[in-house]
């Protein structure tokens, strides 16, 4: 778990040269990416669903919120505790994501963008749960202090479930900002899927973004058991730019663009240059989507001082790179380095921030002019690969940070549900100290593999100790996990040709292809029904977005429904995948008489051919 952060600004930082990363064969960044995404069901929170794929997890946390009389169950835990922080939760949520947003089709041609989504929506649906009334906010449950004198499982946790809130009396404008910024991405991601869902997420990202502004205050200040874990030391201005950044990157509201035009000076999106970008502190990221806005011939009035926003984005793509006039530290190894507590977090991060940069100048036609000289966008994209084949395994020790990829990588996770016996394999009860004296000391591998779990990672000097109880470097965090699973997609997939300059939102209609809809018959008493909602150009290619309903016309309770579907050729979201077929989505296990249930998918082709091929009604 993250504690006290210093901010860095412009601060000089040292760079040390002349040695570059060991050459190693090609990874598969394919598996890194299923992988990366498995991650985030080893972290969730409350009633697991019965597509869980992590199967020594079971369910926890069942009565949190209760005590305030508020369903606060789902969500994530942050890293190897039991605690739900809903900073770096919601921090979480948008990188994801952002990363679909960018790279999503790369995501598609791997298979993995509906889990990815169903780890955006794990997220979303606690971070509703959390924000009940338009100006109260949950920002935490369970508190860091109880749970660290614990060492258990959290299908046992006997540790306080308190929760936290922030509102107009206790105020928490980065709490607020982030998790509006998060609901704004997340309506992005569910856009062409679900658009109920979508529109449920802007307005709540709406709310929180005028509470967060109108109501002026540190979360930390009001949340005081967050301090020594999360503080907030940058403040709330740059969350304020970061969810007004996102919610115009949503809708295209003017209001939006407004407020980063007249807000930047004062807020400091026009003058902080930054050297890192995490959970805390969002100034780069604010300042990448303000210069591809920029890019995209947005700036309008405020041309100027979005190139301010632009001059700083770039100023932290060279001082990762070495190229600027104060540079990010490296190890010997040739890994950014920040600091000694969880320093992948930052590598990460930034990797993301190079990667969709470099993808943006070059859909610009652009190069990256730092102090030292231009950059290309394919040498920023290299650099980027070049950390994330670090943490793969191409360093000084040929150690893989991310569990369960390659050979030699962590065995013995500062996590507690890895590192005890799945209440599957014994239930027998795991009591608080108890933990510690059978589970945390042993001196063994986890008897559960948190596979893609991203730890924290080797010091300045590439050393790295694999023990459970050096939790500045085998901790592993979801928001390691979060901005990775993008730069994963796009070194996997390619850049496909894709303009990333092109609006994500107000497609150009196009003609549209005949649905034939599955009449309804008194033999056949679940009916299946297509019809293409929508369509637009991409890179000279035609795109339809289909909704199917499968209705339950008879008058019994539908159970064990199993869909056959052929000639699917795009991602499809509202169903899981079991072998060759489709059952019910996640969060349903039946349909009563006379309902319905709709699935989307999207595809350059004509609509698939859906069937019920079983089901069976009780």
């Not at 980065?174 to 991405?185: C, S």
């Not at 190079?354 to 002019?369: C, H, N, R, V």
């Not at 990775?484 to 300059?501: D, E, K, P, T």
Request: charged content about 15%; glycine content about 10%; some cysteine.
């Amino acid at each position: 778990m993250e504690k006290l952060l210093k901010l860095f600004s412009i601060a000089p930082l040292f760079l040390l040269l002349g040695i570059l990363p060991l050459a190693f064969a090609g990874h598969d960044y394919g598996q890194a990416l299923s992988k990366s995404i498995l991650f985030f069901e080893a972290q969730r929170s409350g009633y697991l669903p019965k597509n869980q794929r992590v199967q020594w997890r079971g369910n926890s946390g069942l009565n949190d919120g209760k005590a305030s009389g508020v369903d606060l169950v789902g969500g994530y835990y942050d890293a190897g505790d039991n605690v739900k922080f809903g900073l770096p939760m919601a921090f979480t949520v948008t990188m994801m994501s952002w990363s679909i947003i960018e790279y999503g089709s790369q995501m598609a041609s791997s298979g993995e963008l509906s889990n990815a989504m169903d780890a955006v929506k794990w997220g979303t649906d606690y971070l509703i749960k959390a924000h009940p009334q338009p100006n109260v906010l949950y920002g935490e449950v369970g508190d860091g202090n109880t749970d660290h004198y614990c060492w258990q499982r959290p299908e046992d946790m006997t540790t306080s479930r308190a929760s936290y809130r922030v509102d107009p009396s206790n105020p928490g404008s980065d709490l607020a900002g982030e998790t509006a910024a998060a609901m704004a991405a997340a309506s992005i991601v569910f856009r062409r899927y679900n658009s109920a869902y979508s529109n449920e997420l802007l307005n709540h990202a709406y709310q929180l973004f005028e509470f967060a502004d109108k109501y002026r205050g540190k979360y930390d200040s009001s949340i005081t058991v967050a301090q020594k874990y999360y503080r907030s030391v940058s403040g709330y201005a740059d969350e304020l730019l970061w969810a007004a950044a996102w919610l115009y990157k949503a809708t295209n509201n003017q209001h939006y663009l407004d407020y980063l035009g007249n807000n930047g000076e004062a807020l400091g999106g026009t003058g902080w240059a930054m050297t890192e970008f995490g959970w805390d502190v969002k100034y780069s990221g604010v300042q990448t989507l303000v210069a591809k806005f920029l890019m995209q011939g947005k700036g309008g009035r405020y041309t100027e001082e979005f190139q301010q926003y632009q001059q700083k984005a770039e100023y932290f793509m060279c001082s990762c790179m070495g190229k600027g006039s104060q540079n990010v530290q490296r190890t010997p190894g040739g890994l950014l380095y920040r600091q000694r507590w969880n320093n992948m977090q930052f590598v990460t991060s930034a990797s993301f921030l190079l990667t969709i940069y470099s993808d943006y100048l070059a859909s610009a036609g652009k190069s990256l002019k730092c102090s030292s000289g231009y950059v290309s966008p394919s040498e920023i994209l290299s650099f980027a690969k070049s950390q994330v084949d670090y943490i793969l395994g191409d360093n000084p020790r040929a150690t893989s940070y991310m569990v369960g990829y390659g050979n030699n990588y962590p065995r013995q996770v500062h996590h507690r549900g890895s590192s005890i016996v799945s209440i599957k394999a014994d239930p027998s009860f795991v009591s608080c100290r108890g933990g510690y004296a059978t589970w945390f000391s042993r001196k063994a591998s986890d008897p559960n593999t948190l596979t893609g779990a991203m730890v924290g990672g080797p010091d300045a000097y590439d050393n790295f100790a694999d023990q459970r109880d050096n939790y500045e470097q085998t901790e592993p965090a979801t928001y390691n996990n979060a901005p990775l699973i993008g730069v994963l997609a796009r070194l996997n997939g390619g850049q496909s040709g894709y303009n990333q300059l092109l609006p994500v939102a107000n497609p150009k209609p196009v003609p549209q292809p005949k649905v034939n809809p599955t009449p309804a018959s008194s033999s056949n008493p679940i009916t299946v029904e297509q019809k293409m909602t929508d369509s637009w150009l991409n890179h000279g290619r035609t795109y339809y977005r289909y909704s199917t309903i499968v209705t339950n016309k008879s008058a019994k309770t539908l159970k064990n429904l199993k869909i056959s579907i052929n000639k699917l050729y795009g991602p499809l979201w509202g169903l899981t995948k079991f072998g060759d077929s489709y059952s019910f989505p996640a969060w349903i296990n039946s349909l009563p008489a006379g309902k319905s249930i709709e699935f989307v998918y999207i595809q350059s082709a004509s609509p698939a051919n859906v069937w019920v091929s079983a089901y069976t009604l009780a």
